[in-house]
């Protein structure tokens, strides 16, 4: 069982669109992080959100961690193609075992 | 300089081989992670290491095992591999182990034919 869902899988879009990304899970988390993973490498933090409504931008992302702390969103302004890569947001459970949780993921791709 | 190095980056071999992949970090942290990333991207936890005590251990073969010399080192051995193991392993790293950063490395890329 997949404890953290995100959507979309994949998304497609032009340079300058708008575009959100989930994270979804019937777990409560005491936080969440978003990395993004260009090919050939390995994932790289983005942001930490440790309480619940928190708002957190950087630049042209902004990441909301849920009101009940089992969501999350990550929502790109005018997206260029450098933002292209695989978003993954990941779990620490509020409760058991201390370990992250990945996410399924999110491949985007922004077209010029 | 990198923090967290893992080689070799790139690994084919036949089925049935036994192979290692090494691992270091340069970053002064207590926990090390290995995870597995599949062909659809999806990332998932193996093995954790705290000060070089085994911490999680996730459903995986026992073909698989860890073996972490210092808080540094985290390196991972393979006995008969089999086509089901070909993905890309990353080595990570983090101080304590809920909240904070967790550092990966470049990957090493495992095929197996």
């Known amino acids: 069982t997949q404890l953290l869902e995100q959507s979309p899988q994949f998304l497609s879009i032009q340079e300058g669109e708008n575009l959100t990304v989930y994270c979804n899970s019937s777990?409560?988390?005491?936080?969440l992080q978003w990395y993004r993973q260009e090919p050939g490498e390995g994932p790289v933090l983005l942001v930490t959100?440790?309480?619940?409504?928190e708002v957190k931008k950087l630049k042209r992302l902004t990441f909301q961690f849920g009101d009940a702390r089992k969501d999350s969103s990550l929502h790109i302004t005018a997206a260029q193609p450098g933002d292209t890569g695989l978003y993954l947001c990941?779990?620490?459970?509020?409760?058991?075992?201390?370990?992250?949780?990945f996410g399924t993921g999110t491949r985007l791709k922004v077209l010029a | 300089d990198t923090a967290v190095s893992q080689t070799p980056k790139y690994l084919v071999t036949q089925m049935g081989n036994d192979k290692s992949i090494k691992c270091e970090q340069n970053?002064?942290?207590?926990?090390m992670y290995w995870y597995k990333q599949d062909s659809k991207k999806f990332l998932k936890i193996m093995f954790s290491?705290?000060?070089?005590?085994?911490?999680i251990n996730e459903t995986v073969p026992n073909r698989f095992s860890p073996k972490s010399p210092d808080k540094a080192h985290l390196n991972l051995h393979i006995n008969s591999l089999e086509l089901g193991d070909s993905a890309v392993y990353f080595c990570?790293?983090?101080?304590?182990?809920?909240?904070?950063?967790?550092?990966f490395g470049e990957g090493s890329w495992l095929t197996v034919v």
């Open positions: 990570a790293s983090s101080q304590g182990q809920s909240g904070n950063t967790i550092y």
């Open positions: 777990s409560v988390f005491s936080s």
């Open positions: 959100v440790v309480t619940g409504g």
């Open positions: 990941a779990g620490v459970r509020a409760s058991g075992t201390y370990k992250y949780i």
């Open positions: 970053l002064g942290h207590d926990t």
């Open positions: 290491y705290n000060n070089k005590e085994l911490i």
